[in-house]
């Protein structure tokens, strides 16, 4: 069975080999790019590698380590924060860039200065995206899907670059309006606020109000079809009594005539109060001058209850 060789350290390569080669241990966060002659030859991961010298030079940079760059008005103290948004309002941004290296060898050889390019495209990105946004829902509620956005956008444009730069996450750290004017906003947001709770409270009432006119309405037309129904009711049943009477009256007539005479007599005179008075013999008066008749029959009444 073949056994593994034990493992080479610099101070034990020979002096002879040393001469033309230099061995280099490289971190896990680290790459080497080897160079011949200045062109680019190999790149390199971590563990032991030879690189032979003079002929290859090396160069070797941290390439998972998250580096970042600000951006806005209050970390550079110039005006790169102020952006002019879509309803023409100017808005103070403070965000971050946090970058590191997909591609050592593009990152060495595609751009010149990358942290500057990598700045010039984050701020240009971030006003394109603040130019189509309202002042608004950037100060309040959306933060969050503009620094997604920000992120794709730096993207795709450093990759169209081929930069070798991959950008981890974009920080947004502050949207306020412009100092001078903070205070003066502030007082316009208070009374925004103030409208739209008084609105709120209108819209309130108005609903209990409408609400309210609604339902009487509902009920008046309710009895307004009540009283239709009713009334109908009753003249057909009024028809259909005339109709019926009509009929014993064509085989009837005098029975009927004199059946409705008496009906008639009998609900006008049912609710009145009536006295008879026999006259008195040989014609004479029955009664005496005055008799006050109907005292004595409500008197005889109360005292039979």
Known sequence: MLSTPPAITA????????????????????????LLFGKHLETNGEGL????WPLVSREIH????????????????LD???MLTGDENIVDIDFQVVWNISDLKLYLFNLADPPQTIAAVSESAMREII??????????RDRGSIAERLTDEIQLTLDSYDSGVHIVRVNFNKA????PVIASFRKVQDAEQERDRVQNVADAYANRVVAEARGEAAQILEQAEGYRARVVNEAEGEASRFSAVLAEYQRAPEVTRKRLYLETMERVLGGTDIILLDEGAGGGQGVVPY??????????TGGSN
């Open 11 to 34: 101070s034990q390569i020979p002096a002879r080999i040393s001469r033309r080669a230099v061995a280099s241990a490289l971190a896990p966060e680290e790459q080497a790019v080897e």
């Open 131 to 140: 130019a189509q946004s309202q002042l608004a829902p950037i100060l309040n």
């Open 291 to 300: 008799l006050p008749l109907n005292e004595l029959r409500r008197d005889q």
């Open 176 to 179: 306020d309006p412009p100092e």
């Open 80 to 82: 790169a924060g102020l």
């Open 62 to 77: 941290p390439v998972t380590t998250e580096r970042s760059i600000d951006i806005g008005t209050s970390r550079s103290g």
């Open 49 to 52: 590698n030879f690189a032979p």
